[in-house]
Structures are given as structure tokens and as C-alpha cells.
Nanobody, 116 residues
Framework: QVQVVESGGGLVQPGGSLRLSCETSISTHYTMGWYRQAPGKQRELVASITSGGNTMYWDSAKEGQFTISRDMAKNMVYLQMNNLMPEDTAVYYC???????????WGQGTQVTVSS
């Protein structure tokens, strides 16, 4: 069973930045993605990155605000988030998209709260 561990969340003021990290227990060439689930809403895919480094921002409004990256040698995926806004408040997860599902079991996520 592949383990996924997210970290790096916290409380930040509007306009602030956070860098989220995700570590997988195995090396994988799957496309990896960052998802988020805001209170009362469904989990949604925010950004993804292929093993070759090609990125896609599924919420086009976040392109330029969020940057996804990965370090294949370290089994790590990152999400740099700048100019955070209260509507970015959510639990953030990473996983490997597979059609409408995912390849791995969900981790515990990391809470991001944007508030003054």
C-alpha cells in the first residue's frame, strides 16, 4: 500500500505564501496532483504534473498563483502558493489522478487556513 504524506499547511494572512510538500513511500512515474477540499465542498483537483515536468492547472485562476513541482529522486511533490486568499482555505491533498479516481489511498491532508 503506497503511503502519501502531506505537510506544510498552516495559518497565514491574506497575501501570504505557503509551500506544501507531499512524499510518497515509493518512486512513481505517475502524474501527481494536488487536490483541495474546502468546507462543505467536494474535493477538487487544483494542479497536476507529469513525470516529465509538464504541468496543468485545473483551476485556471490559480495558474500564476500556484506552482506545482516535483523531485523524482526524492519522491516529493510540492505546491508553492502565493498571494493566498481566504477562499484558498481548505485541506490540501496529493495523489495520482486516474481518470475520475486516484491511484493511491488518500493521506491525511494538510490544513491551509487563510485568515486575518
Amino acid at each position: 500500500q503506497v503511503q502519501v504524506v502531506e505537510s506544510g499547511g498552516g495559518l497565514v494572512q491574506p497575501g501570504g505564501s505557503l509551500r506544501l510538500s507531499c512524499e510518497t513511500s515509493i518512486s512513481t512515474h505517475y502524474t501527481m496532483g494536488w487536490y483541495r477540499q474546502a468546507p462543505g465542498k467536494q474535493r477538487e483537483l487544483v494542479a497536476s504534473i507529469t513525470s516529465g515536468g509538464n504541468t496543468m492547472y485545473w483551476d485556471s485562476a490559480k495558474e500564476g498563483q500556484f506552482t506545482i513541482s516535483r523531485d523524482m529522486a526524492k519522491n516529493m511533490v510540492y505546491l508553492q502558493m502565493n498571494n493566498l486568499m481566504p477562499e484558498d482555505t481548505a485541506v490540501y491533498y496529493c495523489n495520482a489522478p486516474r481518470g475520475s479516481g486516484v491511484y493511491f489511498s488518500w493521506g491525511q491532508g494538510t490544513q491551509v487556513t487563510v485568515s486575518s
